[in-house]
C-alpha cells in the first residue's frame, strides 16, 4: 500500500496496481481488478462515470435509480402507512 497527498493535504491512502489497456473492439478497455470493483460496489452492468481532470481518469460509481419493481418490493406490513381518509369536499362519488 503506498500513502499519498491528496488535494486537501490530509494523508489519503492508495493502492497502486499496474495493468494494461487492451483493445476493445473500436475502443480501448482497462480490467479493474475484482477487489477494487468489490470496494466501490460495483458489478458486471453497473453504471459508471469516468471523468477527465489533468490527465488523470477518475471512476466513479453512479447510483442506478430504482425501478418500480425494486421499489415495490421494498414495502412491507410494518413499513406501509394506513389508509388516509380526506373526507368529502364536493359531490365526490362514494
Known amino acids: 500500500m503506498m500513502m499519498e497527498k491528496g488535494f486537501t493535504g490530509k ?3 492508495a493502492v497502486v496496481i499496474r495493468t494494461r489497456v487492451q483493445k476493445w473492439g473500436n475502443s480501448l478497455a482497462i480490467r479493474l481488478p475484482s477487489a477494487f470493483a468489490e470496494s466501490i460496489s460495483i458489478q458486471q452492468g453497473s453504471e459508471v462515470e ?3 481532470t489533468n490527465r488523470t481518469i477518475i471512476v466513479v460509481p453512479r447510483n442506478r435509480k430504482p425501478s418500480l419493481e425494486d421499489l415495490l418490493a421494498k414495502i412491507t406490513p410494518e ?3 394506513e389508509d ?3 373526507g368529502t369536499e364536493g359531490k365526490e362519488l362514494l
Open 50 to 52: 469516468l471523468r477527465l
Open 84 to 86: 388516509i381518509d380526506l
Open 11 to 13: 494523508e489519503e491512502s
Open 79 to 81: 413499513n406501509r402507512h
